[in-house]
């Protein structure tokens, strides 16, 4: 999910900033250049934190600016397939959910949220399943695995991850609390059911 990453680049400095804090200026120039974009093999740059080194100035005839090959470290989203994440749904469709993952979005596919059928309530936004009715809506928090991965660098907000909660521990966390307590009153049950068997043969 979120990591910090070295990285290196190349930033040109215009001349009316040649007189200022080299290292403010540099890091300012890769805030507005990097936050927000898309890079496919270190992920989505989150923010510019350290200016780890600025090599000595070139120039280039015809460009009054001055150019420095910096090495920075950064704070990066980089979403993995197999991943584990939790998030919140955004969005009801008649084809699945989308959940918020960090700064992007992820399809919960209508086929990837259980086993049971699953029914659109389009007037209540929220998807119904058939067998125990239970809901899923927007602001519900889930638990889901990361199974599909295309990032977009000219539009991350395009970037597409597709999940899947259909695998055991995973679902609308509400769901496995339920579960779980479900579990644990059939332990309780089947526990007492055995200490009452092991009673009576004592008594035999």
Do not use: C
């Amino acid at each position: 999910m979120y990591t910090k990453v070295s990285a290196i680049d190349v930033v040109r400095v215009p001349p009316e900033r040649l007189g200022d804090d080299l290292r403010l200026v540099v890091k300012e120039m890769l805030q507005d250049r990097l936050e927000g974009r898309m890079d496919k093999k270190l992920g989505m740059f989150i923010a510019i934190q350290d200016i780890v080194d600025v090599k000595d100035g070139r120039i280039m005839i015809g460009d009054a600016g001055v150019y420095y090959e910096t090495i920075f470290d950064a704070l990066v989203f980089r979403p993995k397939m197999q991943e584990i994440v939790e998030g919140a749904v955004v969005e009801i469709v008649e084809f699945g959910a989308f959940v918020e993952i960090g700064p992007l979005d992820g399809l919960l596919h209508i086929s990837q949220i259980t086993d049971e059928y699953i029914s659109y309530d389009e007037k209540g936004a929220k998807l119904v399943t058939k067998d125990t009715s239970r809901t899923l809506g927007e602001g519900d928090k889930v638990r889901a695995r990361i199974v599909a991965i295309s990032l977009n660098e000219r539009d991350p907000g395009d970037s597409k991850i597709g999940l899947t909660m259909r695998q055991p521990g995973l679902g609308k966390l509400e769901w496995l609390e339920a579960d779980d307590a479900e579990k644990e009153e059939e332990k309780k049950k089947a526990d007492a059911e055995k200490a009452e068997k092991a009673e009576k043969k004592g008594e035999d």
